[in-house]
Structures are given as C-alpha cells and as structure tokens.
C-alpha cells in the first residue's frame, strides 16, 4: 500500500554540502587514502587520483545527483519512472534496486566496524591503552574480535545512534547532525594536524604523503586511483540518488560536486597529517593497512604523554567519520521503506535499521562463533564487502552514469547543469564514454 508522502528537502546548500561530504568521508578516508599516496608515489598519486576523480567519480556523482532530483522518490522508483517518462524501459529500475540493496548490505558490516570504534573510543577515554606494547595491543584486538557479546553490544550502540538521526528526517536529522559533525570532526582534525606537527615525525610525514615519486606510478598504482575516485564518493549505493531527491532545482550540481570533492580529498589527506607524524615519531608501521587504527595507533597513544587524551580526540574522529557516512548508507533504505509502506519516517527507520542489525549480528559472528561457516570460500562479513564493492557498487555506479548520458533528454540535461555548447560537448564525452570506461575497467581489475 502506497501512501500519500510529503517528500523532505535540505534547508540549504551547505546543509546538503556538509551531508554529502559526511558520506563520502568514512572510515576509508582515516586510513587507506593517506596510506595509498604514502606508498604510491605522493603528490604524483595525488595528481593521477584528481584526474581520476574529475573523470570518474564527479560525473557519477552529478548523475546520481541529477537523477534523484528529477525523479523526488526512492531510487527504484525514480529510475522506473525516469525510464518511461524518456521512453525507456521500466528495467532500468533494476540500477535504483541494487543501489538500495548495496548501501542495506554495507550498513550491515559498516555498522559492526563503527561499534569498534565507539568500544575503542571508551578504552581511550578510561585509559586503556596506557603501557601497552605491541604483543598486548594485538592479543586484546584478537580478544575483542573473538567476544561476540562485545561486538553485538558496540554494534548495537552504533545502529541505534544512525537509527535516531536518520528517524528524525531530512532537515531534522541528516542535515542537522551532518552541521554538528563535519565541523566537529574538522576540529578534531586540526587539533591532531597540530600535535603532529610537534612530534619528530612531521617532516617525515610530509615527505611520505607528498614526495612526488612518478617511478611508482604503475599500472597497478593508477588502478588503485581510479578504484578510489569511485568508491570514495559513496557512488552506486542509491546514496547520492536519495540525497538528489531532497535538492532544489536552485542547486548548481557541477559547483556543488566540485566542492565535494575538495572537501572529501583535504579532510583525506589531513587525516594523513594527523596519522603519520605520530606513527613515525613512534617508529611503528605506516603499512599497517587496517590494523593501522585498531593495533598501530594505540601503541602509540599508550606509550606517549598526553596518549590519553590523543587517543580519546582520534577514536572520537574515527566515530563521527563512521557516523556521517552510516547514516547516509540508512537514508536510500528509509526512503524506500517509508514511500512503498503505511509506516511513517520514524517507523521506516526503526524496521529498516532491525533489518540492517539482525544482518550485522551475523556479520559479526563470522568473527567468532561462526569463523567456520563460508559460502564460496568467504566468511560472512566479507562475503558482504567483496559482494557489495567488486560487483553490486561498480554496476550500479556503471548503470546510472549510462542512465544520465545516454538516455535523459540532451537539451534538458544541458540547461539542468548550466553548460554552454562546448562545456556540454565535453560533458557528453566524459560521461558518455570515459567514466563508463572507466567504472568497466574499476570492475574488471576488482574481480
């Protein structure tokens, strides 16, 4: 039953600027980006990642943008609409279906790496970490991970926190929770930029994330750009398609995506700034990969004066980082919900977050109880991640910048993105041939 549904709006545009750049910006962007230009090459990665990114992710992102702002509805019913109404098939409500779906499968696991966070959060905070070494460090992560009860408890925490911002709606809840956090977490970020620069580690730093090394940009390397161009910007989860839906048509999508893209890149490489003059002052991995966060930095915070108070500022960095980007993964899903059911947004939210839970308890299990239990080779949490990021993402991503290109009236596309003749040629050719390529090649080199 379908009932009759006010549709939310932001307040402004620096509203939906702070939500958009709170979903780009997650747990990825602490770690694996600064690491990333660390090992391949510096600023010459930067500048093959900002070329990727103008080729790829931003014209994905005006289409997923222009496209919920026409259709004003869930993907799935959007693309069905947009479809017919442009004399296409009502198929293409497929692309809107996996978007929902991959940003629902996502939340699941998303949710229980956020609920470490928070656990992580309150270790600093009591001083936990105090006078660990290495081998202590390690051995109480693995011990953690192994205490099902411990991860239900955290990911529990961390699903009813997104459930209560996203229950309070688009101006109530994303917009203002994405004004308190993104400027919250950009003082976080300056304080921590600024207690690097006050440790031996500094210049080390500099030099690792920004050294240019054009020696190291291999195919492999330019690869890795071009994925990260992608998947940084919450591109092919219905993300950006829910989030379009709330915009004016007083919204200049191509300014608005550029300052996104700004935004997502320097907190990015900040969190490098942050990150790294503290693990090189400390003589400890920058490799780390993920553990990086969760076993590297805490050896650090328990072994230098003033680690308790650094450690609380990082991991509460890390939870608002999690927090913008999970409440973005909940919205397409709400929106779904809440426009194809009797509920009401509040209702929506509280059925879809049991949902996306009652999946991340199983997630978690595969950390514990259930380590034995595969499909396909994969444990369940990365059965999900590999599931969502090398096929569902990429195609959906691939299907709506198609969509936008090829099938959208050219004139009225034209006057929606305020381009002359010559800018809309170059538009055309980007969209229509370089970023697909580029999202087939992105899918290809994953699998």
């Not at 379908?2 to 545009?13: E, F, L």
């Amino acid at each position: 039953m379908q009932k009759t549904h006010t549709h939310g709006q932001w307040t402004s545009r620096m509203g939906f600027v702070l939500a958009a750049t709170g979903s780009a910006v997650g747990l990825g962007n602490i770690w694996k980006f600064p690491y990333m230009i660390g090992q391949s090459g510096g600023a010459a990665f930067v500048l093959v990642y900002l070329l990727c990114i103008a080729l790829i992710g931003l014209p994905i992102l005006v289409a997923e943008w222009m496209i919920g702002r026409r259709g004003q509805k869930n993907p799935i019913s959007t693309m069905g609409e947009l479809a017919k109404k442009n004399g296409r098939s009502g198929a293409w409500a497929l692309i809107g279906f996996t978007g929902v779906l991959g940003a629902f499968l996502i939340l699941s696991f998303y949710s229980v790496i956020g609920g470490w966070a928070l656990s992580y959060t309150g270790d600093a905070i009591t001083g936990g970490f105090t006078g660990m070494d290495k081998d202590a460090v390690g051995n109480a992560f693995t011990g953690f991970l192994a205490n099902a009860g411990s991860l239900l408890t955290w990911h529990t925490v961390f699903m009813a926190l997104t459930v209560g911002v996203v229950a309070m709606g688009v101006a109530g809840g994303l917009e203002r929770a994405s004004k308190l956090l993104m400027p919250s977490l950009g003082v976080l970020l300056f304080i921590l930029v600024g207690y690097g620069m006050t440790t031996g580690g500094f210049g080390q730093a500099m030099a690792y994330l920004f050294n240019p090394d054009w020696s190291k940009l291999t195919g492999d390397v330019v690869l890795a750009a071009l994925g990260h161009a992608f998947f940084t910007l919450s591109l092919g989860m219905g993300i950006m398609m829910a989030y379009g839906s709330y915009l004016g048509e007083d919204v200049d999508l191509l300014r608005t995506a550029r300052t996104v893209v700004i935004m997502d890149t320097v907190i990015a490489i900040a969190a490098g700034l942050a990150i790294f003059p503290i693990v090189f002052a400390n003589g400890l991995d920058p490799a780390a990969g993920p553990g990086l966060i969760f076993v590297t930095l805490p050896i650090a915070f328990g072994n230098i004066t003033g680690g308790v108070i650094l450690g609380t500022l990082f991991f509460v960095l890390l939870t608002f980082a999690a927090l913008t980007s999970a409440i973005s993964l909940l919205e397409p899903v709400v929106e779904l919900v809440e426009e194809r059911t009797p509920l009401s947004r509040a209702g929506a939210t509280f059925v879809a977050g049991i949902a996306t839970w009652a999946l991340g308890i199983a997630a978690l299990l595969s950390f514990n109880h259930w380590s034995d239990v595969t499909i396909i080779g994969l444990n369940i949490f990365d059965l999900l991640d590999q599931l969502t990021s090398k096929f569902m993402l990429p195609l959906t991503g691939l299907g709506a910048i198609l969509f936008a290109a090829w099938c959208l009236d050219r004139d009225s596309v034209r006057k929606e993105l305020g381009l002359g003749e010559l800018g809309f040629s170059v538009w055309n050719v980007v969209a229509r041939f370089v970023a697909p390529v580029g999202v087939l090649i992105v899918f290809v080199s994953n699998l």
